[in-house]
């Protein structure tokens, strides 16, 4: 059960429900956002709701069977839109494109890039400061300084930007400059990381784990939600599979699904799911009829001169072509009479 406080509740009153909740046999946990307060009560006897949901300091009150509650579809009318500086939103009739390097590699690089995504009507640049790399040979990234500059160029050219957080303890350097927190396969179930994450106003974009389960991603969503955040975009990039003839196993099936289940925004990663750069458009396209919210693709001027992923780099006149797809694409989604 969620229940939703009005702002006005008092200490007291707010503790006399939470002793009529006990006494009900309901474990009760607070969960306060930049936006709202919540009570979720869970367990308990059957008892009227009315009784709670009738009180003034209750603004609202659902019935959620999930065990995710809060990142559950059963409790909004309405899917979530989550709104960024400058009237960028993502989610709801919005189609989102997020595109950038793999890494971040110089500001030649971010610049060119930042003034080729502004021509395409991109609205926010991806790339990777702070790389998770398989390999410790492998280029682990700029570092704080290039965040500085890969920040402050895509802001110069009125880009917001998206960029991979790997641990707690790097939320207060990076805060100033970062837009949005992406959060990595590899740290899908951080759950440190994703509840430091709940405290932070800024929008969490969290990809889906290599073995993880839908509901596994949507509670890992929940923590950062129980945390503080509601500002949560999800994202499939493809899962481990038997399959070895790409890089990952795109879950398309994913989208449905977790549009289904969860008011949040979805968005896909064909880049790391398919990860063949010749591959990635028509992916990227199935995965809007599917229902997808955006897309967030990797592209470098040079692919193959990329410091990473190259192979599943569009190039610029690819990611053109793209775009015009994915524009045409939605439109047509948007036309067509729902599946279901
Ligand atoms: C990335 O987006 O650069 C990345 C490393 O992705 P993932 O966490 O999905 O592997
Ligand atoms: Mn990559």
Redesign the pocket.
């Known amino acids: 059960m969620i229940i939703q406080l009005n702002s006005a509740i008092s200490p007291t009153q707010k503790n006399e429900l939470i002793d009529e909740l006990y006494n009900n046999a309901y474990g009760v946990q607070e969960v306060t956002t930049k936006e709202h307060s919540y009570l979720i009560a869970q367990g308990g006897k059957q008892m009227d709701i009315r009784s709670i949901g009738n009180k003034p300091y209750v603004q609202d009150i659902h019935v959620v069977q999930a065990p995710y509650p809060l990142v559950s579809s059963s409790w909004k009318e309405q899917p979530t839109k989550i709104h960024l500086n400058d009237g960028v939103q993502i989610g709801r009739k919005e189609l989102s494109i997020i595109a950038g390097p ?2 971040v590699e110089n500001e030649k690089q971010i610049d060119e890039m930042a003034k080729f995504l502004v021509t395409k009507g991109v609205k926010l640049m991806r790339g ?1 400061i702070f790389k998770p790399r398989s390999s410790p040979y492998s280029y682990q990234g700029l570092g704080l300084e290039g965040l500085k500059l890969f920040h402050q160029t895509a802001h110069k050219n009125g880009l917001q930007i998206v960029t991979e957080i790997m641990e707690q303890n790097q939320i207060e350097e990076m805060y100033p400059y970062v837009d949005v927190f992406q959060v990595g396969a590899r740290n899908a179930q951080n759950y440190k990381l994703l509840g430091a994450l709940g405290k932070v106003d800024k929008p969490i974009l969290l990809k889906r784990g290599f073995s993880q389960s839908l509901d596994e991603l949507l509670h890992a969503a929940e923590y950062i939600f129980t945390g503080g955040n509601e500002k949560i975009i999800l994202c499939e990039r493809g899962i481990r599979t038997f399959e070895k003839s790409y890089r990952n196993t795109l879950d398309i099936n994913a989208i449905p699904l977790l549009k289904q289940k969860s008011h949040l925004p979805v968005i896909v990663d064909p ?2 799911g398919i990860g063949l750069r010749n591959h990635v458009s028509s992916v990227a396209l199935g995965c809007i009829m599917a229902g997808a919210d955006g897309v967030l693709v ?1 592209i470098h001027k040079h692919p193959q001169m990329a410091v ?2 190259g192979f ?1 780099s569009l190039n610029f006149s690819e990611f053109s072509q793209l775009v015009e797809n994915l524009e045409l694409t939605f439109q047509l989604k948007n036309k067509i009479k729902p599946f279901y």
């Open positions: 793999c890494t990777g880049s790391h990797e990473s992923d599943q």
